[in-house]
């Protein structure tokens, strides 16, 4: 990441014009660490929803990402890149756990069965 102050000059080269988009949190000290969580997933059926990713170490720290504002669809055999984040960074993952939710009340439960996936720190890419 880059301090607010100096941002502009460094993601903006004076040849072409770039994007930028800060992603803070609410708690203190107000930063996010994001990860790229590559998915492929098996069912026939297509399903759409929402994935909750946790991450724990070795050290038995846990963290939950932040369930994202739009639902992902899931096809079969088809790779699916959801951006997450998180208020913690653990170094050495040992587990990683996710729960799929469609949010709705009225019809029933749906498995979203994963045939590959990833996940890969934005901020550490060398992991």
Same mark, same amino acid.
């Given at each position: 990441?880059?301090?607010?102050?100096?941002?502009? &000059?460094?993601?903006? !080269?004076? @040849?072409? !014009? +770039? &994007?930028?988009?800060?992603?803070?949190?609410?708690?203190?000290?107000?930063?996010? $660490?994001?990860?790229?969580?590559?998915?492929?997933?098996?069912?026939?059926?297509?399903?759409?929803?929402?994935?909750?990713?946790?991450?724990?170490? $070795?050290?038995?720290? +846990?963290?939950?990402?932040?369930?994202?504002?739009?639902?992902?669809?899931?096809?079969?055999?088809?790779?699916?890149?959801?951006?997450?984040?998180?208020?913690?960074?653990?170094?050495?993952? @040992? &587990?990683? @756990?996710? +729960?799929?939710? +469609?949010?709705?009340?009225?019809? !029933?439960?749906?498995?979203?069965?994963?045939?590959?996936?990833?996940?890969?720190?934005?901020?550490? !890419?060398?992991?």
């Amino acid at each position: 990441g880059y301090y607010a102050d100096r941002w502009k &000059k460094m993601l903006i !080269p004076k @040849s072409s !014009p +770039t &994007k930028a988009y800060f992603d803070t949190s609410d708690r203190d000290p107000f930063c996010m $660490y994001n990860y790229i969580l590559d998915i492929t997933t098996w069912n026939k059926s297509i399903r759409r929803g929402f994935i909750k990713v946790k991450i724990t170490d $070795y050290a038995g720290n +846990t963290v939950e990402s932040e369930m994202n504002s739009e639902a992902s669809t899931f096809q079969q055999y088809k790779r699916v890149k959801i951006l997450t984040g998180f208020y913690q960074d653990l170094d050495k993952i @040992s &587990k990683i @756990s996710m +729960t799929f939710s +469609t949010k709705t009340l009225l019809s !029933p439960k749906h498995k979203l069965r994963i045939l590959q996936m990833s996940l890969k720190s934005l901020n550490n !890419p060398e992991r």
